[in-house]
């Protein structure tokens, strides 16, 4: 029996664990004799139509572990959304290349691209074994618990805030921090995991998930510096009033969209520089800051959760046991198995359409009933997801001298 090549590509976002993913899947590809050559297409399923391949097969283990410990996408990613007739090109070059197995990793827009090839392949009685390996730092893919490159991610966050924090009580004023997720507020929510003493910040919180009242964020802000005398607040690029239209277009002249129409949130200072300016306006507080985390957050070399590192690995290497020792479709799915100290994870593999073009959004127990925080349930589901090494802050403990001069 002739071996037939497997392709792996990356799309989407980069993460810090994606070539972990990677990795897995060319190495555990080594195990079955049924493998042929391991291809990798450079820039997603783009690469794929031009034939940019890169023969994995001729890489070392050395180095390929070297490359799984690098953050972003060792085979580049694209924006690539392909419909029933880009996955009909794409469908040729896998016949012409003989190519028997595609793992892709990725969002959700991955998984709808697998689905559709699986239904070409089907249809013309090609073999070809479609399984979706999956990433995103928004954890917003459903039926999994949650999504490798998020707990490296939220932990990049949960530590940048804390540091914030620790600035911010150093030379108090009012900070505003926007953080990714159109949609899904996880990464932001995450933000909450670098609080250790009852008065840090982030002090007020704001997800995609409620509806965004910019008068009562004015009235949060005045609240929280006066109980404080300062105030941090983490905010989603995604936040949104209550007919759904998002709050930088509200405030902003011109907006940027993307190649799909939709309005650029990343990559821009626009929403952080606005809501600044309306808390200047509406509380008469001068020493008001804001940042855009932006791309920050996805590939940050150094910060990196050692449990998302080996669930990466795992979901590459379940992939492949799957489409070759399995021979089936799908997408692999992370269960969550135990919590605290107990926490595991286990790995399935679920159908496609169950996550092609779907999002998963923060359940209801997550976020706080003020709006403007989260709950212990979501502390909880994140922090042992954020490794063995999170970093804490400590204080000054010893008491204050008294005065003499009574000044």
Known sequence: MAKRKVLIAQGGGPTAVINESLVGAVLKSRDYDSAGAVYGAFHGVSGILKEDFINLSQ???????????????????????????????????????????????????????????????RSADYALRCVHIPKTIDNDLTVNDHTPGFPSAAKFVASAFAGVNLDNRALSGVYVGVV????????????????????????????????????????????????????????????HDAAGAPIVTKLAQEVERDAHG????????????????????????????????????????GCVSDVDQREARAVGEVAIEHALGGDRDGTVTIHRTGGGASYGAEYKLSKLEDVAGKTKVMADEFIASSNSDITDAFADYLKPLLGSDMPEPYRLEAERVGKILGK
């Not at 105030?231 to 690029?237: F, G, K």
């Not at 821009?268 to 932006?294: N, P, S, Y």
């Open 59 to 121: 890489e070392s283990p050395e180095n390929l572990e070297n490359v799984a410990k690098t953050p972003c996408s060792a085979l580049g990613s694209t924006r690539d959304k392909p419909d029933e007739k880009y996955c009909q090109e794409i469908f040729k070059v896998l016949k012409a290349h003989d190519i028997g197995t595609f793992c892709y990793i990725g969002g959700n827009d991955s998984s709808d691209t697998l689905r559709i090839l699986a239904e070409e392949g």
């Open 180 to 239: 990714m997720g159109r949609h899904a507020g996880f990464l932001t929510a995450a933000a909450a995991l670098g609080r250790k003493f009852d008065d840090d910040g982030p002090h007020l919180i704001y997800l995609p998930e409620r509806d965004f009242s910019m008068d009562t964020f004015i009235s949060d802000v005045k609240a929280a510096n006066d109980k404080y005398g300062r105030c941090v607040i983490a905010v989603s690029e995604g936040i």
């Open 262 to 301: 939709n309005v650029q949130l990343s990559g821009t200072g626009a929403l952080a520089d606005l809501l600044c300016d309306a808390i200047r306006e509406g509380t008469g507080l001068k020493r008001v800051r804001g940042d855009t985390f932006g791309y920050l957050q996805r590939s940050f070399l």
